[in-house]
């Protein structure tokens, strides 16, 4: 597997492919092969579900018989427990590529007396081994020994040597141990078993459990050291190996529509980088579920895969409302383009929702996926929890080139915009919607926060939700701010008013300006008759040559004064 | 007489020091106490090793006390002579 391409990995150390997903990645190929493993954790953790899945794999997958020593449980127990993760254990019984043995010690029907050894138990499971040339051996929970055997002296001895006989065996055995009061086993198996150890734990905070896997040590090889989650159900043992080291995604340049022809418009006219991280936050009620299933809807369109998790919401309630917005997202899920997953965010641990996600995910390889809403993840940990998980998923989703669209649900106005979950700085384009009051109705609108490389554009929309989907519009920008609804329609007519008013006014003036014009002109040609008449005199006093003007002067103009 | 029949089973792996004394030492107690009265039979796993699974046996020496009715186990090597009166419910004679 992965082992062999690991320049970490020392060349001499063989290992066998547990085939449980997830924890192969986790040790860089799998239990150290031939030596025993000791599996440890407090009862209950899954360790006998594992050491089985082991066994099981090995036998289907690998082709490698294997044989089960069972000290606790009665094999059909173990057999009955395992169908319901569809283990056809039966058939591989018939098929001689499993074995089971059931060891039974009772104290209170064994008296002691003198000396001796588990020589017994070695033949049994040679004899099991050599049977069906078995390769793994499972040993479950071997320190029962101590509660049915009375010399300790004599069990650690033989526990001593069982191990070396293992490895003499050349078998890849995995040993389960219960945990004890501060030490890994109750009787401290983990100094007999030093090559690998792997502890199981099934850990309850806020009510909600979540199990976790860590490998200990791990003897010459290495290793993810952190816990990682693991979740067990129907379809077996998952672990999760949560985060990637780098961040070394590919950058695609592709573009996918958003679903909506105007925001795409306002998104370089061709939507987001294929691979972004999208969020949408918003107020109850401001459509981030409409522009989600928009986008789900256009990228099966593409004939993409989607996945829709679905926190709130159940899938009947989502593609009935979005038919009234003209969506019809139930043609997808017949046609299996569209997977809703809808869980309760309180349902589980967060761990176990993202090792849950990464899975379906990995299952049905979608192009899309979206989280509606991811605040409503708050509710299955702690802030930083989320916030982790939620890098962890984005992390995971954009080495998968997966084009991811969360919502958010925020409080509050826009000025103090921010997420519940703290995860901006991990998104790629951040889409504001709110609701704006005015004269008596809300009105949503959509702006476009951030959109990393591109030109996008920043303008504040008014977001209309008709029956044929979302459409925006331009927003009246004018001295008294962004108006929508209305306001915006309110504003439009004072325009349209304010101007027929100024129009009169102008005609007024305009001809109160000509009256004044011809008045003036009409003064001017008075001005000038009377210029002529004055000439016509200095020219009749001229051919006089007696300058006699005063008396004259003083005719003329006189009654030009009186009027 | 038949009720007070032993029917007894001692389960050893080879020659072992250990299995040599569980032998002598059950011959000798069943002489002192079982005189004439019990039936021993040795069964070496290393010739037959699919029994160890079959009779639950994990320790050994093991011995099975088959008859009389319940079935006892003893381990060990038999050298507690008391414990193995104990562990066959024979009152000690003498």
Known sequence: MKADTDPRELPALVKAPTGIQGLDEVTYGGLPEGRPTLLCGAAGCGKTLFAMTFLYNGATLFAEPGVFIAFEEQPAEIIKNVSSLNYDVQKLIAEKKLLFDYVKIERTQIEESGDYDLEGLFIRLGYAIDSIGAKRVVIDTIENLFGGLQNPAILRAELRRLFEWLKDKGVTAIITGERGDGTLTRHGLEEYVSDCVIQLDNRVTDQLSTRRLRIVKYRGSAHGTNEYPFIIDEEGITVMPVTSAGLAHDAPTERVSSGIPDLDMMLEGSGFFRGASVLISGMAGSGKSTVSSHFADAACRRGERCIYFAMEESPQQIIRNMKSVGLDLQQWVTNGLLQFSAKRPSLFGLETHLAAMHRQVMRFEPAVVIVDPLSALLSAGKPDDVQAMVLRLIDFLKTRSVTALFTSLTHGNVENARTDVQVSSLIDAWLLLYNKEYYGEHNRQLYLLKSRGMAHSNQVREFLLTNRGIQLREVYVGPKGVLTGAARRQQEYNDAAANAVGQEESERRKREAAYKRRQIEARIAVLQADLAAEEAEAKLLGSDATPRAEPLDWRYVRPQEEP | ?94
């Open chain 2, 1 to 94: 007489m038949a009720s007070e029949g032993y029917n007894l089973r001692l389960y050893v792996a080879g020659q072992t020091p250990k299995s040599i004394a569980a032998i002598a030492n059950l011959k000798k107690i069943c002489d002192a106490h079982l005189a004439g009265r019990y039936d021993i039979t040795i069964v070496d796993l290393m010739k037959d090793p699919a029994l160890a699974q079959r009779d639950q046996i994990v320790a050994i020496p093991t011995l099975i006390r088959h008859l009389p009715e319940p079935l006892k186990r003893i381990i060990g090597d038999l050298s507690n002579v008391e414990k193995v009166l104990v562990g066959l419910d024979i009152a000690p004679t003498g």
